[in-house]
């Protein structure tokens, strides 16, 4: 569903800076979610792998969706080069301390089948950067709300509403149980969580540029047809 929303964006409209952004996060989303499910069901040798992978695409998801609020409704990159590129070099060098043991030192075994990662020296340090570029994130939603007119409001508030609702759960439900109380229960769930993120967005983009609302209906129930048959053909 995820890559879908990107690639309805990607027909409609790929020529617009915020698109391409929107685009290319969609996928990193899209591939964070399978590579979740293989962390779920890894053997325990391969676990600190696939989980360190979750974390490693879970950084850029974070940094680009604050790019893309940044930069959003407009058609050209109007973020400054200096702050862009802090950004992207912050965001490489998060993505790289993942692959260390700095990061996520090794794994234990809490419970039967319960695998959780064993957090290194750069946690407290790693953590209140993703949680804050989330409240940076979060505060440039409502600060463009609040000055914008009634026609693109709406569009900021879907956004609002999508980005509070996946975070929250992802924070609350899954990153803080992981790593304060060794709970994995909510992990399958992770890429639920973070759907309406890319749902409010993908309709802000759409409204935004007045693209037929019944056209997009049409494709959504296309795919939802043929996800059902590839779902038959697969039981």
Do not use: C
């Not at 893309?68 to 993505?95: G, T």
């Not at 049409?218 to 059902?228: C, G, I, N, P, Y």
């Amino acid at each position: 569903i995820t890559a879908f929303l990107g690639v309805i964006i990607y027909f409609h409209d790929r020529k617009s800076m915020t698109n391409r952004i929107f685009i290319v996060h969609s996928f990193v989303g899209a591939i964070w979610a399978i590579v979740n499910y293989f962390s779920i069901i890894a053997p325990v040798d391969q676990v600190l792998f696939w989980i360190r992978m979750v974390v490693f695409l879970a950084v850029p998801h974070v940094f680009l969706f604050f790019i893309f609020v940044r930069n959003f409704p407009n058609e050209r990159l109007v973020i400054h080069k200096k702050r862009f590129s802090f950004v992207l070099i912050l965001m490489s060098a998060m993505m790289l301390a993942v692959l260390s043991p700095w990061v996520f030192s090794g794994i234990k075994i809490v419970g039967p089948g319960q695998v959780v990662p064993v957090p290194g020296l750069l946690m407290p340090i790693f953590s209140p950067i993703l949680i804050l570029f989330f409240i940076i994130t979060v505060v440039l939603v409502i600060k463009k709300y609040l000055q914008s007119d009634n026609l693109i409001r709406r569009q900021w508030l879907v956004i609002g509403i999508g980005l509070l609702t996946a975070y929250s759960l992802l924070i609350f439900l899954v990153f803080l149980r992981v790593i304060l109380l060794d709970d994995t229960r909510f992990v399958p769930y992770s890429p639920l969580f973070i759907l309406p993120i890319f749902v409010g967005a993908t309709y802000a983009i759409l409204r935004h540029h007045l693209f037929n609302i019944k056209v997009i209906a049409t494709e959504v129930l296309t795919f939802a047809l043929l996800l059902t048959s590839f779902v038959q053909i697969l039981y």
